[in-house]
């Protein structure tokens, strides 16, 4: 019995070694999408303010998206708001989102108020974006963020990896991206006006990620 056991793990062992060499090299499952450089310039009642932006090489490198949209949209009644999706093509080989509790301190923001708010799209679930007050001297905003991808919608980055590796296996992908929308507060911009606009364009915008950020 003892001799039976033994072999039995001797070959389990040997299939679940060949099971991952040929995960390996199937590589990761090809999606079709469009590049985000086509992202509509109006959405619901925002369009599209000036030039998309791009970065210079020193932030691309260290960002490492696969395809990146970087875009100023301006409200009906004047209010601008900064919007920001990441895509990453791959996640297999240590290539990730940047977190804003990363990349901003880093820059010199201080990151207070933290909360989790509801995005409500028309049509789709409704999901939770992360809310952060963020200063650096007087410039003081409003910021929230969430993780895209493979037909979810995640504020927590935990999640989000744990899931990654989930999808990696069993669906050959770990493709995504970081939403990330920012409304500048002010005398005449109050945190829950800011707020309320940042969650519309979140809601509005919605609609539209799954062509760009496949489901």
Known sequence: MKEMRYWGLIIVLVLSGVGIHAWE????????RLPLNQFPSEIGNWRQYGPDER?????????????????????????LASLYIGY????RTGVTYHSPLNCLPGAGW????????VIRPEGAPPF???????????????????YQGRGRALASEYWGKI????????????DGAMVRIIIPLGP??????AL??????????????PQFVPN
Do not use: C, H
């Open 25 to 32: 090299r199937s590589g990761e499952a090809r999606v079709e």
């Open 128 to 146: 939770e974006a992360n809310r952060y007050i963020i200063q650096k001297g007087r410039d003081k905003q409003l910021l929230i963020y969430w």
């Open 110 to 117: 201080a990151m207070t108020e933290p909360a989790r708010v």
């Open 188 to 193: 005449t911009m109050s945190e829950e006006k």
């Open 163 to 174: 899931y990654t590796v989930l999808d990696s296996m069993s669906r050959r992908r770990s």
């Open 55 to 79: 970065f210079d090489e020193a932030t691309e490198s260290v960002l490492r998206a696969s395809d990146y949209l970087s875009r100023l949209y301006v409200s009906n009644e004047g209010y």
């Open 88 to 91: 990453y093509a791959t996640q």
């Open 196 to 209: 309320a606009l940042a969650t519309d364009l979140a809601a509005k915008s919605y609609a539209y990620l």
